[in-house]
């Protein structure tokens, strides 16, 4: 099985929290009702849905939630919650029947509270002195227009598909451009930065 690559946000909170062995614990993980909801307390972690437990949880972890199965006052393992904008609440990993729980979560309901029932968003965790940390990383915007920048020439930038997403905006308008002029195609790779995008977005 190939590793899954940590996306941008990810890299990110590594490099605020000094943070490593970034893990994919859920892909596309779907707020229910009772995840945003207070009166629950808890975001529920499905079985099915967990990657591996033994892919981002040390031997006595796992040994302590293998216990909280088994017992009516669950112990749970210590950790931390990074919320989409990098702001950090105490959590804790419990183990409720066959699935996982984050419990201590009306803290994080109440300090970010744009999570909405239906939302998606990948579930990773990651470890910072030993700690272990999650987060629900916000799904990056793919606007089609990041690969094989070096094969790409004004035929087939003609061809690119344009994105109706407002994130990709300002790379609709720049390939749009370059694509009928004579002019050769700047650096994207800090495209975010650039005169030429800002330009761009000013004229528009």
């Not at 987060?135 to 061809?159: I, M, Q, R, W």
């Not at 308008?173 to 002029?181: C, D, E, G, I, R």
Request: aromatic letters at 12%; glycine letters at 4%.
């Amino acid at each position: 099985m190939v590793e899954p690559q940590p996306p941008k946000w990810v890299l990110e909170a590594l490099r605020r929290f000094n943070g490593m062995e970034a893990r994919l614990v859920i892909a596309d993980k779907v707020l229910s009702a009772s995840d945003v909801k207070q009166s629950q307390a808890r975001l529920m972690l499905p079985a099915n849905k967990v990657l591996s437990k033994e892919e981002f949880l040390r031997d006595e972890e796992i040994r302590v939630l293998e216990g909280d199965a088994k017992a009516t006052r669950k112990e749970g393992v210590k950790a931390i919650f990074l919320d989409p904008n990098y702001e950090t609440y105490g959590v804790w990993l419990k183990q409720w029947k066959k699935n996982l729980v984050l419990s201590g979560w009306n803290p994080v309901l109440a300090g970010y509270d744009e999570f909405e029932e239906g939302e998606k968003f990948d579930l990773w965790s990651f470890r910072r002195e030993e700690k272990l940390h999650f987060a629900l990383v916000p799904k990056e915007v793919d606007c089609g227009y990041l690969d094989a920048f070096s094969d790409l020439d004004f035929k087939t930038l003609n061809d690119v598909p344009s994105s109706n997403d407002e994130d990709c905006f300002g790379l609709d308008l720049l390939f749009s451009t370059y694509a009928n002029v004579n002019a050769p195609l700047p650096d994207l790779g800090s495209f975010e930065d650039t005169d030429v995008v800002t330009s761009l977005y000013d004229d528009a």
